[in-house]
């Protein structure tokens, strides 16, 4: 029970390669289901075109990640292909201790550190319909450099092979199903 006297929520994270559609299968359960709080990250990326900051992600510099690692601010946190990314401790613990469900958006390495940190944690892995289909859609972005998308394809490998270590795999061939699928394990 929380300080509230009410059962804590539960935290899941949903995590899989670059591309496999975290992004747009998280706006289709913020838009169906708004009872889910999904946390915001930090990263030292520059946001691409149609990203909020401080919905999609917060940006900041290298110096402002520094200074978070430092204070121990960050619930877990890691360099994927050059650029940084963080979940920030405080709104991820004050929503659990509020009974809400909480969904996190991080990469492989930051779900293993949950993991390590909070084991009742569900992990779910997003997976791709197809790696053809993962390719095109790295490379259709436009954002990225082809030296990024070769990291990113080539940490996407690293993670597939990854996929047993989740509770949960999903395959994003239809957003709206992946989205109630992953809304019920949270619900």
Same mark, same amino acid.
């Given at each position: 029970?929380?300080?509230?006297?009410?059962?804590?929520?539960?935290?899941?994270?949903?995590?899989?390669?670059?591309?496999?559609?975290?992004?747009?299968?998280?706006?289709?359960?913020?838009?169906?289901?708004?009872?889910?709080? $999904?946390?915001?990250?930090?990263?030292?990326?520059?946001?691409?075109?149609?990203?909020?900051?401080?919905?999609?992600?917060?940006?900041?510099?290298? /110096?402002?990640?520094?200074?978070?690692?430092?204070?121990?601010?960050?619930?877990?946190?890691?360099?994927?292909?050059?650029?940084?990314?963080?979940?920030?401790?405080?709104?991820?613990?004050?929503?659990?201790?509020?009974?809400?469900?909480? /969904?996190?958006?991080?990469?492989?390495?930051?779900?293993?550190?949950?993991?390590?940190?909070?084991?009742?944690?569900?992990? $779910?892995?997003?997976?791709?319909?197809?790696?053809?289909?993962?390719?095109?859609?790295?490379?259709?972005?436009?954002?990225?450099?082809?030296?990024? $998308?070769?990291?990113?394809?080539?940490?996407?490998?690293?993670?597939?092979?990854?996929?047993?270590?989740?509770?949960?795999?999903?395959?994003?061939?239809?957003?709206?199903?992946?989205?109630?699928?992953?809304?019920? /394990?949270?619900?």
């Amino acid at each position: 029970m929380s300080a509230a006297g009410q059962t804590p929520g539960r935290l899941t994270v949903l995590s899989g390669p670059s591309g496999a559609g975290k992004g747009t299968v998280i706006q289709a359960v913020r838009r169906a289901y708004p009872e889910i709080w $999904v946390s915001v990250s930090v990263t030292t990326r520059s946001a691409r075109r149609g990203e909020i900051p401080g919905q999609t992600y917060s940006f900041i510099d290298g /110096l402002d990640f520094d200074d978070l690692i430092a204070r121990g601010e960050l619930l877990e946190w890691a360099d994927y292909t050059g650029r940084r990314y963080g979940t920030p401790r405080v709104p991820v613990e004050e929503m659990l201790a509020s009974g809400r469900p909480a /969904l996190l958006e991080i990469d492989l390495d930051g779900a293993r550190q949950i993991r390590r940190e909070l084991r009742d944690t569900q992990l $779910v892995f997003l997976a791709p319909p197809t790696w053809e289909e993962l390719v095109r859609r790295l490379t259709g972005r436009g954002s990225d450099s082809d030296e990024q $998308v070769a990291r990113r394809l080539a940490k996407a490998r690293e993670e597939m092979e990854a996929a047993a270590e989740f509770d949960v795999v999903l395959v994003n061939d239809d957003v709206d199903r992946v989205a109630d699928e992953l809304a019920k /394990l949270i619900l």
